[in-house]
């Protein structure tokens, strides 16, 4: 009897062809479609061969499970979200949005064949770095600059060519776990080079770095202890008096991290204030507060930037186009002082605070309870300005449905399967959206989504 219930079964490729499964195929490709398909008919047929009674033959429920299969890996596909965490550079959101009219500027040289490594004016075969390296120059005081794909490959670059075999001084106070397990030390013993920890976690003296110093050394490395804050009595040193006191053969390099240049984010030290200091080389991130492409940048002396060029792993951590392009495009506009140079973090972050409150009454207008307007606090984050919290306007939802009463988790979850996925979180054990990070643009979205599960 269950065999020839089951022999109804379409064909694989007829179910293919079932109307629903249409978009899935759109946006995950047959193959993958057709596994799924595959998958779920060999489950459901084993299932229903070995527990007939519970499991009754249903096509409807065969082709529900093959829905429900396309759809998570649809999930997994790269997707635009909105952000209600209030965290406005994000690392598991994908740090910086790029500037919508800076994406739309770099379409053509994308789109098209380009001068990347052709001189136009000599026709000869040029340097892959375009106009940035001269750019670079107005907005971190830097002599040279190089890109690479992102700045944990700066360290190691630096390091790799400029200290390997040799002794890199470090901070106690900076070992940290900058995420996703990259580590100073780990990093540190990649390249070769040996790490010399001076200080406690909470005090490091210039005095410390010098009496730590060998004729071994090649360098002092500073970091930027980002996402990391020792609390309570802390004291670094000054990195001007730092530069001056350190003898002629050892760099002084800083890991700035979060890429300030001309965004006034108030108490983060811009890639230029090193320079200006002495640090001999400075290195950041292109997608934190710079607000571009995931990249990795070093800034500083030309004959160390021209020496790092020359290390055999630039070949690997070099850039595509599209980073160079994006870049140029972007540098241009801040040095231009366009709004569209700002970068998400100036942008977000200097918004007013009673327009973030119209924003969070706009989207709980006639919610009744069910959505209240509270203060909150936003924060730059993706590794950059730590503990520099600002006062910001959230929407809480309380939902009436004991379901996700019980449990904001469960609210959370639903709100990741709405068509435009919305990533909030949980603040004193109820839902909020941060009006910091959402968008005027989705506040109609939110309100028709929210209405459905809310009324
Ligand atoms: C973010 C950060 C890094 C890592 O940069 P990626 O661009 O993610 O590789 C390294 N150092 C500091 C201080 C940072 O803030």
């Known amino acids: 009897m269950a065999i020839s219930t089951l022999s109804s079964i379409p064909q694989i490729e007829k179910i293919l062809q079932q109307a629903f499964l249409a978009p899935f195929i759109e946006r995950l490709s047959r193959p993958v479609v057709a596994d799924v398909v595959r998958e779920q008919v060999a489950s459901y047929k084993k299932q229903h061969l070995q527990d007939p009674e519970n499991h009754p033959f249903s096509l409807e429920q065969l082709y529900h499970n093959i829905e429900q299969g396309c759809w998570l890996l649809n999930q997994q596909r790269l997707q635009r979200v909105v952000n209600g965490t209030g965290v406005i550079v994000h690392t598991n959101l994908g740090r910086s949005p790029i500037n919508a009219e800076l994406w739309q500027q770099v379409t053509e040289v994308n789109t098209h064949y380009s001068n990347l490594e052709i001189d136009l004016n000599t026709g000869k075969r040029g340097k892959r770095k375009g106009l940035l390296q001269q750019l670079m120059q107005y907005l971190t005081k830097a002599e040279n600059t190089l890109v690479v794909n992102n700045n944990a490959s700066s360290i190691y ?37 040996k790490l010399v920890e001076v200080g406690t976690t909470n005090i490091t003296t210039t005095q410390d770095y010098l009496d730590a110093i060998t004729d071994q050394t090649a360098m002092v490395l500073i970091v930027h202890t980002s996402n990391f804050k020792i609390r309570g009595f802390t004291e670094s040193p000054d990195v001007k008096e730092l530069a001056s006191a350190l ?27 090193y320079i200006d200091s002495g640090a001999d080389l ?16 070093i800034s500083g002396k030309d004959t160390l930037i021209k020496q790092l060029e020359k290390n055999p792993m630039m070949r690997a951590f070099r850039p595509s186009r599209i980073v160079y392009s994006l870049l140029e495009e972007l540098v241009v506009r801040k040095l231009n002082q366009q709004p569209e140079g700002r970068g998400v973090a100036q942008t977000k972050s200097h918004i007013a605070l009673p327009l973030l409150e119209q924003s969070a009454q706009a989207l709980a207008d006639g919610f009744n309870d069910h959505i209240t307007v509270v203060q909150s606090e936003m924060t730059v984050g993706g590794g950059s300005l730590p503990d520099q919290d600002a006062p910001s306007w959230s929407v809480q939802i309380n939902p009436s449905q004991p379901a996700y009463q019980r449990s904001p988790e469960k609210l959370l979850a639903v709100m990741r399967q709405w068509p435009l996925p919305v990533i909030g979180v949980i603040k004193r054990d109820k839902v909020q959206l941060n009006m910091a990070t959402v968008d005027a643009s989705e506040i109609p979205y939110l309100r028709s989504q929210l209405a459905e599960v809310l009324l």
């Open 157 to 193: 670059l630096l390091l790799h060519e400029l200290a390997k075999g040799k002794e890199v001084i470090v901070s106690r106070g900076e070992q940290i776990q900058i995420g996703g397990g990259f580590r100073i030390p780990d990093i540190l013993a990649l390249s070769g080079a």
């Open 247 to 273: 003898p002629e053969h050892v760099i002084l390099a800083v890991d700035q991290g979060s890429g300030t240049t001309t965004e006034h984010m108030p108490d983060e030290p811009t890639v230029a204030s």
């Open 282 to 297: 400075v290195c950041y991130s292109g997608d934190k507060i710079l607000g571009g492409p995931q990249a990795g940048m």
